[in-house]
């Protein structure tokens, strides 16, 4: 099931990837960024690293690195990335995912 109107009405973020690959909406607080991803395609996320992230998967599966650490996800599946830890992985078309960065400008919102 798609993200309801509401949410795909919010704001997109200005991220480093193509629109027909990802799409996304947010909610951004003076304390953190909500992100709501839907890859349209597969996706290859290059290892990199920030301050802290949790997520969790709504629908699709990705293979997630967080330091030495790979593991599947799937949809229910909720993952914590601590602060400065590598991570990358691959998502498969179809994923849907909300991400919830300790970072309020992780990513500027498009405008």
Known sequence: MPYPGFITSFPSLDVPFPEDVVQTAVIRS???LVAFFTFLQDFEL??????AQWGTVIEGEIELTIGDDTRIYRRGDSYSIPAGVEHGGKIKAGSRVIDVFEEPDRYPIKG
């Open 30 to 32: 003076d304390a953190g």
């Open 46 to 51: 290059p290892l990199h690293s920030h301050k």
